[in-house]
């Protein structure tokens, strides 16, 4: 069985920061794809970043110049560090790991119970 625990949400000032943490357990044969989205109320779940198993990342037009998706291989955590926080960023974020857990048979993908970032104004 997998688990994913998210941790790191708050109440921010805007332009504050802020960093999410995503730590995956169980058994776990290999990673892939490391991700975190975020989901505003009345709004679709949408992807800020995305980390590969290299060094390959990916950012939404909104996050980039301002998040930083990392992951620890050796830890199976995969980290979001938002700066500058703005009142639009506010939303639950929900991290989504592609991995393999023993016993299935092959990749999917697990989300975390997604934490809850506030930015006040």
């Known amino acids: 069985q997998v688990q994913l625990v998210e941790s790191g949400g708050g109440l921010v000032q805007a332009g504050g920061s802020l960093r999410l943490s995503c730590s995956a357990s169980g058994d776990i044969f290999a990673i892939d794809a490391m991700a975190w989205y975020r989901q505003a109320p009345g709004k679709q779940r949408e992807l800020v970043a995305a980390a590969a198993t290299g060094r390959t990342t990916k950012y939404a037009d909104s996050a980039k110049g301002r998040f930083t998706i990392s992951r620890d291989n050796a830890t199976n955590t995969v980290y979001l560090q938002i700066s500058s926080l703005k009142p639009e960023d506010a939303a639950t974020y929900y991290c989504?790991?592609?991995?393999?857990?023993?016993?299935?048979?092959?990749?999917?993908?697990?989300w975390g119970q997604g934490t809850q970032v506030t930015v006040s104004s």
């Open positions: 989504n790991l592609n991995l393999f857990a023993r016993g299935t048979w092959g990749y999917k993908d697990y």
